[in-house]
């Protein structure tokens, strides 16, 4: 069984361009969750969404950033005209329906804001 | 070797000593907690998990202590490896499916 997939791996952006970050959640799983890290801290939560349903958004800065789940396809993580501020890990989770509590981590994509 | 959370976020550890990691939740009414274990360059991976009506639940090598009393939560290794090299967090589940990770403590061992 593959896991959870992101991509890229890596990302490099310069000020005021546009960032997509991709997450292919694990087999049979319905539920995404996005997390933000930056260095020596902890995960921060930021959203999280069923197939095309935002469930809880209240991590999500309020500007810039937008997440989706479509019914085909991965979840994205888009964050518009990035600024160094952004640059962190962002990791996506997935669960199954059945058991939503257990997140599987996806490896992360550093996003680096030049 | 124990560490205490955010007040001491670094661990070493000789090969072959148990180590406990501390971690101190903030909310009273979180019902489920979980350790992931983070290596350089990855994503967290599940250790175990446990339900606030436990006081104890035992992995392969690793068992997780819930006192609820203080908010308490601590993660055991036994004969901790090379392997075990990593940063730990704890995650507390909030409202919905919302998780708060602490900081993490990160574990180096000795060979």
């Known amino acids: 069984n593959a896991g959870v997939m992101q991509n890229p791996r890596h990302l490099v952006r310069r000020r005021g361009q546009e960032a997509r970050l991709r997450c292919s959640p694990m087999k049979g799983h319905s539920h995404v969750y996005w997390y933000r890290q930056l260095p020596e801290e902890g995960l921060k939560f930021m959203v999280y969404l069923q197939k095309e349903n935002i469930i809880d958004e209240s991590g999500m800065p309020k500007e810039r950033f937008s997440a989706e789940f479509p019914k085909e396809g991965p979840s994205i993580l888009r964050i518009q005209q990035v600024v160094r501020g952004d640059s962190a890990a962002y990791f996506c989770?997935?669960?199954?329906?059945?058991?939503?509590?257990?997140?599987?981590f996806g490896p992360g994509t550093r996003l680096l804001v030049l | 070797g124990e560490s205490v959370g955010l007040h001491l976020p670094t661990l070493s550890v000789q090969e072959g000593d148990n180590s406990i990691i501390n971690c101190a939740y903030s909310n009273s009414a979180s019902d489920y907690f979980i350790w992931y274990k983070q290596e350089s360059g990855k994503g967290p991976q599940f250790i175990i998990d446990i339900r606030s009506n436990m006081d104890k639940r035992q992995g392969q090598r690793v068992t997780v202590l819930l006192n609820k009393t203080v908010k308490h939560l601590s993660l055991q290794i036994a004969a901790t490896q090379p392997g075990d090299s990593a940063v730990y967090f704890c995650a507390e589940k909030l409202l919905g499916n919302q998780f708060y990770f602490g900081t993490g403590t990160s574990l180096t061992v000795i060979p």
């Open positions: 989770a997935s669960s199954p329906r059945s058991k939503q509590e257990t997140q599987y």
